[in-house]
């Protein structure tokens, strides 16, 4: 399809040209939809770590960057275009093209901002799942904390030697209290580590 010139018949087309143009938003449906899906995946990151939230993040940059490829070659070729370069194009006819790649440099850096949010949110899904697997070590920690004095005390009174026989085979097993005594004393321990990660802050 050949460009045409400024004066001719076609002067009266351009009239309707201007108003098509000033008639339509910067952002087309594409982009619309996507700020759509922006806005809900940063808040399902807050309160939601699981593999489809990453998926609709990936789904969304995916689009962007299709919408990318397609967006930045013609604003290279509307550059053209708007500034005169080829000779079909009119001295009144570059106002026209202009128009369109203000609006298509809009529809750049809107595209470029919605990949940045996108990153954004992809870095707080990141982040939010490394906390909570953070928080889930952290329980472990202290229960195995918890409960490795206390299997080495119940090792130690566990071991099946005769204090009959040797006066060095755990003797205090002869005393009358000597369960309610290692229970205690488990308790004890096992209280002892708690307070110490409550006051490091740690639970």
């Known amino acids: 399809m050949a460009l045409y010139p400024v004066d001719g018949a076609h002067r009266g ?7 098509r143009r000033q008639g339509r938003r910067p952002d087309p449906d594409v982009l619309d939809a996507a700020e759509t899906q922006i806005e809900t995946v940063e808040e399902e990151v807050l309160v939601s770590t699981g593999i489809e939230t990453l998926q609709r993040i990936n789904g969304v940059r995916r689009d962007l960057l299709s919408f990318r490829k397609v967006a930045w070659p013609s604003r290279n070729a ?3 275009l708007a500034r005169g370069d080829p000779d079909q194009v009119g ?3 570059e106002k026209y093209f202009r128009d369109v790649y203000d609006h298509l440099v809009g529809i750049v ?3 470029e ?3 940045d949010l996108t990153i954004g949110a992809r870095d707080i899904y990141l982040n939010t799942v490394s906390q909570s697997t953070n928080e889930v070590m952290r329980t472990l920690t202290v229960v195995a904390t918890v ?3 206390l299997a080495f005390i119940a090792g130690v009174y566990g071991t099946n030697f005769d204090p009959a026989s040797s006066a060095f085979n755990t003797p205090e097993l002869l005393w009358p209290y ?3 005594a290692a229970t205690l004393g488990r308790l004890l321990v ?3 580590t708690l307070a110490h990660f409550r006051r490091q802050e740690y639970i």
């Open 78 to 80: 509307l550059g053209a």
């Open 178 to 180: 000597a369960y309610p």
């Open 113 to 115: 901002t919605y990949r």
């Open 91 to 93: 001295s009144q006819t």
């Open 147 to 149: 409960f490795l004095p």
């Open 190 to 192: 096992a209280a002892v």
């Open 13 to 19: 087309r351009r009239p309707r040209l201007k108003r």
């Open 109 to 111: 850096d809107l595209t």
